[in-house]
């Protein structure tokens, strides 16, 4: 009996002692802690922190509608002839679009993390394009911006610190150096910072147009053409040197800012034997930029003005900028002018240009949903040393025009912008009983941007 009574204990003491284990393996009826998203400010950056790190996190961007539409008049192309230009009618108004489309949707992603030498940040911008008809983006993918920054130094594809407000306010531009809302530089940079809001920049970019969505063309290294005239580009040997010193207060902002830009190219004028004619030469530009903040007329508004100064590096006076980059010919209309860091005379000698513009803007709030951008540029291009062929010497164009926007609740904007350009060009002395070449246009859009 006693035998029988211990077996059974035993037997019950193991089946316990089992049933404990395995209750030890079964989730238990009490939750684990939540794991909530961590907010972080890094930087002035609110976002999220990555899982399993120290990074804030944040993603951003925007989608834009927009229909755009343009006035056509009688387009002119010129072509190159030893000793002489020609020009006469263009493309036929009947097959040139008045009307067109675009949508682009824009996305950014920005990382930032802090440091024993300040923030380290990673960000990185795309943009995806499709459009249709007159003065549209075409279709395409690409980088719009992606850089990283630490201990002052910036290193990608980032805003050019030669710009001050770049291309002004609306999605077409005035004359004024851009690089900023597009066509971005790579480049390699330090900024130091001083007391009371000052800063110097030193920087290498990358030279010339750079290359936006797909398929659109770039000019060679080193050289910007953005009408390739009668040279073909050289090689880039050096990257453009940017210099700019900065003061940012409660007033608004300074800038000086100055470039160093390598010109190589080869004449490249068929039967004339003289294809070893070549130039490799410096040229440069200088930029004076001031923004003063106005709260007493609203919060946000603000009055700012750049003016810059260029010898034979084109692209930073502004000019290439204007409208959708057509060079005094509004939608096609009229005689493009001969932009270009320089020209080959044809007997051994290079011209060279000299360009500069003075730009203005504004932008004033009615209200919290209404407010006004109104935009002003003038620009000028004279060539000098010139040769034995003869092209326009001399041009002038003004841009006049604004946006204006509506947000009716937060994170929606509705815009619409009007731009007006007229262009003038003196005649050739070769060009006898023509007239002065004048053309202008106006150019509209309205767009819908949605932003998070």
Request: hydrophobic fraction near 40%; charged fraction near 10%.
């Amino acid at each position: 009996m006693a035998l029988i009574k211990s077996i059974l204990l035993g037997s019950a003491a193991g089946i316990v002692a089992v049933a404990a284990a395995q209750a030890a393996d079964l989730p238990t009826r009490k939750a684990a802690p939540a794991e909530y998203v961590k907010i972080c400010n890094v930087g002035g950056m609110a976002g999220w922190i990555l899982p399993g790190s120290d990074t804030c996190f944040k993603i951003s961007g925007y989608i834009t509608g927009q229909i755009e539409a343009g006035n056509l008049r009688q387009a002119y192309a010129w072509t190159f002839a030893p000793g002489a230009l020609a020009f006469g009618p263009g493309a036929s108004t009947f097959t040139r679009p008045s009307f067109g489309w675009t949508t682009r949707a824009n996305i950014d992603f920005d990382a930032r993390q802090d440091t024993a030498y300040g923030v380290l940040r990673g960000y990185a911008e795309i943009q995806f394009e499709n459009g249709n008809g007159f003065d549209t983006t075409g279709v395409g993918a690409y980088i719009n911006r992606a850089y990283v920054q630490w201990a002052g130094i910036t290193a990608g594809k980032a805003n050019s610190f030669f710009s001050f407000f770049g291309g002004g306010e609306g999605w077409a531009n005035i004359f004024s150096p851009d690089q900023q809302g597009f066509n971005q530089p790579d480049l390699l940079a330090y900024t130091a910072t001083f007391g009371g809001g000052f800063s110097l920049t030193i920087a290498a970019q990358s030279a010339g147009t750079n290359c936006g969505a797909a398929g659109q063309a770039c000019s060679g290294g080193g050289t910007d053409m953005i009408a390739a005239g009668n040279a073909t580009y050289g090689g880039q040997r050096w990257p453009d040197f940017v210099a700019a010193l900065r003061v940012d207060q409660a007033w608004g902002a300074a800038q000086l800012s100055g470039v160093a830009h390598n010109v190589r190219a080869y004449d490249g004028l068929a039967g004339t034997g003289l294809n070893g004619n070549t130039i490799n030469a410096w040229g440069w530009g200088v930029l004076g930029g001031l923004k003063i903040n106005l709260p007493n007329f609203g919060p946000g508004d603000n009055i700012q003005v750049d003016a810059v100064w260029t010898r034979n590096a084109i692209w930073y006076s502004g000019i290439p900028d204007g409208m959708w980059g057509e060079n005094g010919a509004v939608n096609g209309n009229g005689l493009p002018m001969v932009v270009a860091d320089t020209w080959s005379n044809g007997n051994g000698t290079w011209a060279v240009p000299t360009a500069w513009s003075v730009a203005v803007t504004a932008e004033h709030h009615f209200g919290p949903t209404f407010s006004l951008d109104p935009e002003f540029s003038y620009a000028q291009l004279t060539w000098s040393n010139e040769g034995p062929i003869n092209y326009i010497p001399n041009a002038t164009s003004w841009i006049v025009g604004g946006v204006a926007h509506w947000d009716p609740v937060p994170h929606l904007d509705f815009a619409f912008e009007v731009l007006y350009q007229n262009t003038h060009q003196t005649r050739p002395a070769a060009w006898v009983g023509l007239s002065p070449v004048d053309s202008d246009g106006v150019a509209g859009r309205f767009y819908i941007t949605r932003d998070f």
